[in-house]
């Protein structure tokens, strides 16, 4: 499984479908789940008051140096993200770093 494959183009960016596990002891891009068909993202912010939403747009705009929204899931773990910026280069940034 590749970035591709949990990510589609969009006006103005590339939106990807994200599993985000709060909490955890080392953050980062864990791979992928391939029955949910998600990008598993690690923060270490807790799931309150939208703390891990905001690690999640930080992480990911230091990955692509593009900005980053979370459009969809903003209390659910598994959520939608809108990188803006060309989507070709998007997945290629991504593709080195998982």
Do not use: H, Y
Request: charged share 30%.
């Amino acid at each position: 499984m590749e970035i591709a494959d949990v990510s589609r183009a969009v006006a103005g960016g590339l939106e990807i479908d994200l599993l985000v596990s709060p909490k955890a002891a080392k953050p980062g891009l864990g791979g992928f789940d391939e029955w949910r068909r998600r990008l598993i993202v690690k923060v270490r912010a807790p799931p309150l008051e939208g703390r891990a939403n905001r690690e999640v747009e930080e992480m990911l705009a230091q990955l692509t140096g593009r900005r980053v929204a979370v459009l969809a899931g903003m209390t659910s773990r598994q959520k939608t993200v809108l990188v803006a910026g060309d989507p070709e280069e998007i997945c290629a940034d991504l593709r080195t770093k998982t």
